[in-house]
């Protein structure tokens, strides 16, 4: 039981790692196109190179049979489309306001949004020191949040960002309804059916389309930074819950923070560094918390 658990975790911080390089990789690509039109290529990209696994998943699964979408799936399919068009579309107005390294940690926002709603809505267990993960990195995301002069002036920007990362909270339980589902068949529907919504959206307002070169971008990064690390994410799900693959995803953030500096070489100011502190304490505290109470199980059993 203990190696399937490491194997999940194994895959959560997989997607993590996938999914850092969205944000400073976005903010570059951004330059080239709206943010409505960079959300849609990102999820076409991972949709359609998803497809493409798929057709070759058959001499990988070594005979085993995932469980198909049934109709008693839909109403959780339509919202997962639904805030998988609403929140990249956010976090794209945000990163146009504010720095790479601001919105890759603010992303980290999402543990909590992703814990309490779980905790609400489907009854899943938080622990005290989770909580308390919760509240460091609330209390990190409002900082992050405050304007560079240090006033009580939020900046729109981290707004936005911290609107994505609800509303991905939000659509992380939905996917988690979908878990024992086939994790490729999710992310492909997820894919393209939220890429597509994002296309009309972006022709509905207007959007000037932006070069081949760009869209040939963007769904590259989608592939990798969306579909590889959702399919990866979904099938952590299965083994750890919303809550607790949120927890391990933790990591995203901070590597997201550190090719962010190192590509855009953003001022480290002290709000910053100290929200920094805060969100590694929050995160620990939060992607290890079942790892000690595991521990504190085997010590008091022996």
């Not at 993590?16 to 409505?36: C, G, I, Q």
């Not at 945000?94 to 390294?101: D, F, I, N």
């Not at 992310?187 to 959206?201: D, M, N, P, T, Y």
């Not at 972006?202 to 989608?222: K, N, S, W």
């Amino acid at each position: 039981m203990e190696r399937v658990k490491a194997q999940y975790a194994a895959m959560a911080f997989a997607a993590a790692a996938l999914y850092a390089a969205s944000a400073p990789a976005s903010k570059l690509l951004l330059a080239e196109a709206t943010p409505v039109f960079m959300a849609s290529f990102l999820y076409l990209g991972a949709g359609t190179g998803m497809s493409v696994v798929a057709l070759f998943r058959k001499g990988l699964n070594n005979g085993h049979k995932e469980m198909r979408l049934d109709k008693g799936d839909l109403t959780f399919v339509v919202l997962m489309i639904i805030l998988d068009i609403i929140a990249p579309i956010l976090l794209m107005v945000g990163l146009r306001m504010t720095t790479a390294s601001n919105a890759s940690l603010l992303n980290n926002f999402e543990i909590a949004a992703t814990s309490i709603i779980a905790f609400i809505l489907f009854g899943e267990p938080v622990s005290k020191r989770l909580w308390k993960g919760i509240a460091v990195i609330t209390a990190a995301s409002m900082l992050l949040s405050l304007g560079e002069t240090g006033s009580l002036d939020f900046s729109l920007g981290s707004v936005f960002v911290l609107l994505a990362a609800t509303a991905w909270g939000f659509e992380n339980n939905c996917t988690r309804m979908l878990s024992l589902k086939d994790p490729l068949q999710v992310v492909v529907i997820k894919g393209l059916g939220s890429g597509a919504g994002s296309l009309i959206v972006a022709v509905l307002i207007g959007d000037a389309p932006p070069e081949l070169a760009f869209v040939l971008y963007a769904m590259l990064l989608g592939f990798f930074s969306y579909g590889m690390s959702i399919w990866l994410y979904v099938y952590a799900q299965r083994g750890l819950g919303a809550a607790r693959t949120s927890s391990y995803y933790a990591v995203a953030p901070f590597i997201g923070a550190a090719i962010s500096y190192a590509v855009f070489r953003d001022p480290l100011s002290p709000t910053f560094l100290a929200a920094l502190l805060l969100m590694m304490i929050g995160s620990y505290l939060a992607a290890f918390d079942g790892v000690l109470r595991k521990t504190k199980r085997k010590i008091s059993s022996i």
